[in-house]
């Protein structure tokens, strides 16, 4: 989830019903990988339009799949500083974060990603700085908090999602409750553990 593929052709995308996508997406533009059980080995994905309101879901042919971009390689403060969209808070964000060395594998999602990897101007200066940090592994609480309390003193509002092998899960919620819902291909479930390995 959260990796942006782009396809060879327009056939490459199936089953979008929403009509706005036929005049909005083109194969220049990436489509993005969403959470959900494959089909006849085909990736579930989502359309992005320019409009906050506007996303479709359907479903990706992976053999026109000709190329991938991570959330990881959008968190390089190389590209950060080099981004047309640099002087916007989310970016300024990102690149706090990128100048701090961290345990884990972190990405950028959301309209900043899209922005940071195709230059669409779907950010702006109000918006998000969604964020995923890859934990295969289970992490300290309080490797967690820390980075927690640097997110929240940021110049714009930032939420992570934690990717464990089980699902996602948000993390604030997490350090709040202590139980979260973990979003997994089979939908979601109220857990206490996001790491325990499903029986």
């Not at 706005?20 to 990436?30: G, H, I, Y």
């Not at 053999?63 to 981004?83: N, W």
């Not at 940021?154 to 139980?179: H, S, V, Y």
Request: with cysteine; hydrophobic share 45%.
């Amino acid at each position: 989830p959260h990796d942006l593929l782009w396809l060879s052709d327009r056939d490459a995308l199936e089953d979008v019903s929403e009509e706005w996508v036929a005049s909005q997406w083109r194969p220049q533009l990436p489509v993005v990988v969403r959470r959900d059980v494959n089909r006849e080995g085909r990736i579930p994905v989502g359309v992005r339009g320019m409009r906050r309101d506007q996303r479709a879901a359907g479903w990706a042919n992976g053999t026109k799949v000709k190329r991938v971009v991570f959330p990881e390689s959008l968190a390089s403060r190389d590209l950060l500083v080099k981004s047309p969209f640099v002087s916007m808070p989310p970016v300024q964000g990102a690149i706090q974060l990128a100048l701090c060395e961290w345990p884990w594998v972190w990405g950028i999602t959301g309209s900043v990603g899209y922005a940071l990897a195709t230059e669409v101007p779907v950010l702006h200066a109000q918006s998000d700085l969604d964020l995923i940090i890859r934990c295969p592994e289970r992490v300290a609480r309080e490797a967690l908090l820390e980075w927690q309390q640097v997110i929240g003193h940021l110049l714009c509002r930032a939420d992570t999602q934690i990717e464990t092998p089980q699902g996602a899960f948000a993390l604030a919620e997490w350090l709040r409750d202590g139980r979260v819902l973990l979003k997994t291909n089979n939908g979601p479930q109220l857990v206490s553990d996001p790491w325990a390995l499903k029986r």
